[in-house]
């Protein structure tokens, strides 16, 4: 079994601040995708990497695939308080089977006034 | 275009119990796959039907069941419940077996008493 693993757990940060989201495991995927959780809601997809090294921008946040397809990094610049929520990352472990993501275990982050 | 929607939103049950819940996944979208998310176990992938059949199934016992109708809506189904299986219960649905993007409701909690 594929095993994601998210750092930090839990973030607390103060609004202007800027923080990074590791996803790290052992698997190379053929993808990995980056959702945002708010209470009482289900994941919303942030984004999509495919491509060994590819970087993607998204207003704010910025997110990394590693060179190796093991890793992935999300930071966001100049956190505001709605970017509050769970981050999660998946992945898919080879192409063609997206349905069967495999979730990492989550950053919970708190953006304060 | 509505969303994934999931009945009902929550659920207290007694252990020992049965339950049925109630996924409809966007309007051409084929594919359903259920997840179960808890603090502990963070999200876990249950199954994934396509065309009425159960494509993929992750590591849960057989108390968990799930089907798909002509329609592609789906249900799942936890028999004999236990402390354990309170959680909150996800359904995703994307266009096809091989899609990138998987679009999720906003659950059901289950709370077993």
């Known amino acids: 079994t594929q095993l994601l693993e998210q750092s930090p757990q839990f973030l607390s940060i103060q609004e202007g601040e800027n923080l990074t989201v590791y996803c790290n495991s052992s698997?190379?995927?053929?993808?990995l995708q980056w959702y945002r959780q708010e209470p009482g809601e289900g994941p919303v997809l942030l984004v999509t990497v495919v491509t060994g090294g590819e970087v993607k921008k998204l207003k704010r946040l910025t997110f990394q695939f590693g060179d190796a397809r093991k890793d992935s990094s999300l930071h966001i610049t100049a956190a505001q308080p709605g970017d509050t929520g769970l981050y999660l990352c998946a992945a898919t472990p080879r192409a063609g089977t997206a349905s069967k993501l495999t979730f990492g275990t989550g950053t919970r982050l708190q953006v304060t006034l | 275009k509505a969303g994934v929607t999931q009945t009902p939103r929550y659920l207290i049950k007694t252990r020992g119990q049965q339950v049925t819940l109630s996924c409809s996944p966007i309007?051409?979208?084929?594919?359903v796959s259920w997840y179960q998310q808890t603090p502990g176990q963070g999200l876990q992938f249950l199954f994934e039907?396509?065309?009425?059949?159960?494509?993929n199934k992750g590591n849960f016992p057989g108390r968990f069941s799930g089907r798909q109708f002509s329609n592609s809506r789906s249900e799942m189904n936890v028999s004999t419940l236990e402390l354990g299986d309170s959680a909150l219960y996800l359904c995703?649905?994307?266009?096809?077996?091989?899609?990138?993007?998987?679009?999720f409701g906003p659950g059901t909690r289950l709370l077993v008493l």
């Open positions: 039907y396509f065309s009425e059949t159960q494509r």
């Open positions: 309007s051409g979208h084929r594919s």
């Open positions: 995703a649905s994307s266009f096809g077996l091989a899609q990138e993007t998987q679009y």
């Open positions: 698997s190379v995927f053929s993808s």
